[in-house]
């Protein structure tokens, strides 16, 4: 009544905003508290947010509190701190549903992607997925590796994402995680790493041709070393101006092997020899 009251009476704003605030501590006074929080998103734009959130808080009253926050979402209004706070309302509501519709509907919820990361990683297991999804939408590479890797501990799926990556992102990536990868998927990484150091990483039509630099990856390598070996033969095969160190480790590979190995497959002590002296006489060599 005094709402329409004020109204017919033309209230400018602030004035119905504390019509609507006195109505929504009236009925919160009441313990109705469904009432007082429809009332209390009618203030939203004029009222300070931390007002309602913290009568609410107390209260522990967690479901109207959640929806006094999604207003504040859908209205563009929330911070990083809002965003955070509903986040932990559904995970303590364990209401996967609101959780799902927040992240993946696109229905105009507006947040801080990293901050709605942070919280569905720290949320534990069940919602790693909804961190995943929001990583790779929203290109948050580092991210999407971390919870991949040291969340979830699917190597292969990591992997197959770099591959999907712009070659700068793609380096970035196997220099940051690839040692973790090779231990975990040798061949497969060794692979991706030849591709990224011969010109052949091309994932989009207008990307530049680049090569990294394979000794930079050479301390990935410091428990795989049959595949270092395997790498790097590629390598100097593939690029024979690669640098010094290249062939520097390529070399003391072949001769490490042949002081340290006992056991070998027949004749393989023979051919690892003669690849050594061959890297010697070459005149491409480049050693330091």
């Not at 605030?21 to 929080?37: N, T, V, W």
């Not at 040692?179 to 991706?192: D, F, I, R, S």
Request: some cysteine; glycine content about 4%.
């Amino acid at each position: 009544m005094a709402i329409s009251l004020a109204r017919n009476q033309r209230y400018d704003k602030d004035g119905l905003v504390d019509i609507f605030r006195q109505y929504g501590d009236h009925l919160y006074a009441k313990g109705d508290h469904d009432g007082a929080i429809k009332q209390y998103v009618k203030t939203i734009k004029s009222l300070e947010p931390s007002y309602v959130i913290r009568r609410f808080l107390d209260a522990q009253r967690i479901h109207n509190l959640t929806t006094y926050l999604e207003a504040l979402h859908e209205q563009s209004l929330a911070t990083t701190d809002h965003t955070t706070l509903l986040l932990n309302c559904y995970t303590k509501l364990k209401n996967v549903d609101k959780m799902e519709g927040f992240i993946k509907s696109g229905k105009g919820f507006s947040f801080d992607v990293e901050t709605a990361i942070k919280v569905c990683r720290q949320a534990g297991e069940q919602y790693y997925d909804y961190a995943l999804f929001l990583a790779e939408k929203n290109q948050q590479h580092d991210w999407y590796m971390r919870i991949e890797i040291e969340d979830v501990g699917n190597y292969e799926r990591a992997l197959n994402y770099i591959a999907r990556l712009e070659f700068t992102e793609a380096e970035n990536n196997l220099k940051k995680y690839g040692k973790a990868l090779v231990n975990e998927l040798p061949v497969a990484t060794t692979n991706l790493l030849k591709q990224l150091c011969t010109g052949a990483w091309k994932r989009f039509p207008t990307e530049r041709v680049l090569k990294a630099k394979p000794e930079e990856f050479v301390h990935i390598y410091v428990q795989q070393k049959s595949q270092l070996l395997e790498f790097l033969e590629h390598m100097v095969k593939a690029e024979p101006d690669s640098s010094s160190l290249v062939y520097n480790t390529l070399l003391e590979l072949y001769l490490h092997r042949e002081k340290t190995e006992k056991l070998e497959v027949a004749g393989e002590r023979e051919r690892r020899a003669e690849r050594a002296l061959e890297l010697l006489k070459s005149p491409n060599v480049r050693f330091n």
